[in-house]
């Protein structure tokens, strides 16, 4: 999700910066003469790219930075039902060596 909306920031920025640096005071995009018309659709489709991008990478982020906790607090919570299910495993061992040796008296 970051890398798209990285791509689509780089994609808008780069029409934009195409149109500001190929045109001589006329209206040409990339050597090529387009109308009017075609120039503000081509800065309302890199304005609408750049933010779409943005809004992605921010999705994309958050969606990531969730998944890290997520993962972090169930490793946390693992490591303590294994600590817990040890301590159990000790308690009946010498549970059972309790009761063997009432046995043997």
């Given at each position: 999700m970051v890398i798209l909306g990285l791509l689509l920031m780089l994609g808008g920025a780069l029409v934009v910066l195409a149109g500001l640096f190929?045109?001589?005071?006329?209206?040409?995009?990339?050597?090529?003469?387009?109308?009017?018309?075609?120039?503000?659709?081509?800065?309302?489709?890199?304005?609408?790219?750049?933010?779409?991008?943005?809004?992605?990478?921010?999705?994309?982020?958050?969606r990531s930075i969730q998944h890290r906790r997520d993962a972090k607090k169930l490793n946390e919570l693992s490591r303590k039902l294994d600590r817990v299910e040890s301590e159990r495993a000790e308690d009946d061992t010498d549970t059972r060596e309790e009761h063997r040796g009432e046995h043997s008296l």
């Open positions: 190929t045109a001589d005071g006329t209206a040409q995009f990339l050597g090529t003469d387009v109308s009017a018309a075609a120039v503000f659709f081509f800065g309302v489709a890199a304005g609408v790219a750049v933010l779409w991008g943005f809004s992605i990478m921010k999705f994309g982020t958050k």
